[in-house]
């Protein structure tokens, strides 16, 4: 599945909250825990991609290989929520796919 208008929402552990930024995500479809995630965000010029683990958890990397990042998602749910680090800085991150 591919939702050109996700919205994503970032916030920092130092206290700083980016607002909400849109983003495209693309979810492949497959067997529960073989799919693969990209998210697309900063007019395209940022991406994250990654392997399903495990039914619903992703692990994932900048397209960069800098940063890391892990998305967590119910079964049949459209949110998907995680942990990313990026260079020094580490936080939460929460996408709402549309």
Not at 18 to 34: A, R, S, W
Request: proline share 2%; hydrophobic share 30%.
């Amino acid at each position: 599945m591919i939702y050109l208008k996700s919205k994503m929402e970032i916030a920092y552990l130092d206290g700083n909250l980016q607002e909400e930024e849109p983003c495209e995500l693309t979810i492949t479809e497959g067997f529960p825990g073989k799919r693969s995630i990209q998210v697309t965000y900063d007019d395209k010029k940022r991406t994250y991609l990654g392997k399903e683990e495990g039914e619903g958890h992703f692990v994932l990397s900048s397209d960069n290989g800098n940063s890391h990042a892990t998305l967590h998602m119910f079964k049949g749910g459209d949110r998907l929520e995680g942990r990313w680090k990026e260079g020094g800085q580490t936080g939460f991150w929460s996408i709402i796919a549309r």
